[in-house]
């Protein structure tokens, strides 16, 4: 089932169901219900994701709301390293999560580096100021279930919930692009020479064809363009003198030479 968000597109329930199926793998299932209830009844509120902990307030049966805290391990700046660092050599992931957009198979790259983005149920720490000694309690489970719907709202809470903010995440990534894509051209291999006396046969000769020069115009005739530049004034000598022919009148034989090739 997908419900639409903002105009976004369809909002995967991939992400709260991975979370759910850890609750449930270590939890009573009367509070499991009895949880549910309390999150759909609007009863937890102020929830806030900060990395390695989750704080809401939950409502119950005393006046004053129950304080409920959810706590996972941070990825170390190495751990973290070596996930960005795995997510920027792919482009099926590199390209989504700087558009905004949590890719489908994220999870990869933590299970290949030997971590995990969901919690496991080992290291699944969670406290409640209410009197049930059992946990997690009825108000963890509530806390659990909203959180879950959030994380369909917005999948990089997860990555928040670990220790990594949405915005350094893509920043973190757009630097290791960039560095990659330096490494590669400096490693790129360099033209070899070719010795010029080896070069001369094809030197000017290009890829490409030259394109075919326009045909003349059929009304076009030899020394048109005398006709147009009118007479010089200028002779063989260099310079006009009575009864020298203008220099355009010279020309003109050879102008009809040339178009008779």
Same mark, same amino acid.
């Not at 580096?113 to 290291?123: D, H, K, N, Q």
């Not at 997690?136 to 963890?140: E, G, N, Q, R, V």
């Given at each position: 089932m997908t419900?639409?968000? *903002?105009?976004? *597109?369809?909002?995967?329930?991939?992400?709260?169901? @991975?979370?759910?199926?850890? !609750?449930?793998?270590?939890? $009573? @299932?009367?509070r499991l219900h009895r949880?549910?209830?309390?999150?759909?009844?609007? $009863?937890?509120? $102020?929830l806030d994701v900060r990395p390695g902990e989750v704080y809401a307030s939950v409502r119950g049966t005393r006046r004053r709301p129950y304080s409920v805290t959810i706590r996972i391990s941070v990825l170390t700046p190495d751990q973290w390293s070596r996930v960005e660092r795995m997510m920027a050599a792919r482009t099926d992931l590199y390209t989504p999560l700087l558009e905004g957009r949590m890719p489908e198979h994220v999870e990869d790259v933590f299970? $290949?580096?030997? !971590?995990?983005?969901?919690?496991?149920?080992?290291?699944?720490d969670a406290d409640c100021t209410c009197p049930d000694l059992v946990r997690?309690?009825?108000?963890?489970a509530a806390t659990c279930y909203v959180l879950a719907d959030r994380l369909d709202q917005d999948p990089f809470d997860l990555m928040l919930w670990r220790g990594r903010r949405k915005i350094d995440l893509q920043r973190r990534l757009e630097s290791l692009r960039d560095e990659q894509s330096w490494e590669q051209s400096e490693t790129a291999p360099e033209p070899e020479d070719v010795p010029l006396a080896e070069a001369l046969g094809g030197f000017w000769s290009g890829t490409q064809p030259l394109p075919a020069l326009p045909a003349a115009p059929e009304e076009a005739r030899p020394g048109a363009i005398l006709d147009r530049l009118g007479p010089l004034g200028v002779g063989v000598s260099g310079e006009g003198g009575r009864g020298e022919p203008d220099l355009t009148d010279l020309l003109r034989p050879a102008y009809d030479a040339l178009a008779r090739g």
């Open positions: 419900a639409t968000q *903002g105009g976004a *597109g369809p909002v995967s329930h991939r992400w709260s169901k @991975r979370l759910i199926m850890v !609750l449930e793998g270590f939890s $009573d @299932r009367e949880g549910r209830t309390y999150a759909a009844s609007g $009863d937890v509120e $102020d299970h $290949d580096t030997g !971590l995990s983005l969901y919690p496991s149920r080992r290291e699944f997690p309690c009825k108000h963890i």
